[in-house]
């Protein structure tokens, strides 16, 4: 456990972006952002369509142990518009604001991990506009782009992005918000980001209900 990361709560009233978010240099409980995003993409992609919160409108199909749970995952979605409403103890957040995965199941046209990893990098060079906003406070969304190496991937049945089932080798590249625990209250998340043209566009709007339940 890294001292003087994990525990630090904030107030609703907090205002730079340092106090909200971790930096790319810190490694919350142990791990980078590079790990950890790569195991919200293998947590995403493991759910089938009928439970995974990432098509969600509401926040109602979030499934959170709080035994367990020492980051919690929080979904955007794969286009468009959501708000959600969610009631959560008081952790870390990984969240993504704008991303992109391909895999070797997905585009069997690519025959190279290297191939893979420049895919994902070529896809997230286009997105021309990012934002996001804690609590009303200004968040430098460019800071936080994550580039992953190629990694093994379990697609669900009946998966988000409707292609085969099962294992294969993928790579992701995008901007991503890692959230130091919040106090207990309400606050609110809102992240965006499109591509130049415009026809990829991600709206999300987070109302968090934080409770505190002393887990350390």
Not at 24 to 34: F, M, Q, R, T, V
């Amino acid at each position: 456990k890294l001292e003087g990361l994990d525990d630090q709560k904030l107030s609703p009233n907090s205002n730079t972006q340092s106090e909200f978010v971790y930096s790319l240099n810190d490694k919350p409980y142990g791990k980078s952002w590079e790990d950890w995003t790569t195991e919200w993409w293998k947590w995403i992609l493991s759910l089938p369509k009928k439970i995974n919160p990432g098509i969600d409108e509401t926040g109602e199909k979030l499934q959170i142990d709080p035994h367990k749970a020492r980051v919690l995952f929080l979904p955007g979605t794969f286009g468009g518009f959501a708000e959600r409403f969610y009631r959560i103890p008081s952790r870390a957040m990984l969240l993504p604001v704008i991303n992109f995965i391909t895999s070797f199941s997905e585009e069997p046209q690519i025959r190279t991990e290297l191939g893979l990893i420049e895919r994902a990098k070529n896809d997230i060079d286009d997105i021309s506009n990012t934002w996001a906003t804690v609590d009303g406070v200004n968040i430098l969304v460019k800071d936080f782009r994550v580039r992953s190496s190629t990694f093994i991937l379990n697609l669900a049945k009946d998966n988000v992005i409707g292609i085969r089932p099962g294992l294969t080798k993928a790579a992701h590249d995008g901007y991503w918000l890692f959230l130091r625990p919040f106090e207990e209250g309400k606050h609110v998340v809102r992240v965006f980001g499109s591509c130049s043209s415009g026809r990829t566009k991600v709206d999300v709007v987070l109302h968090l209900d934080v409770y505190s339940d002393h887990k350390k």
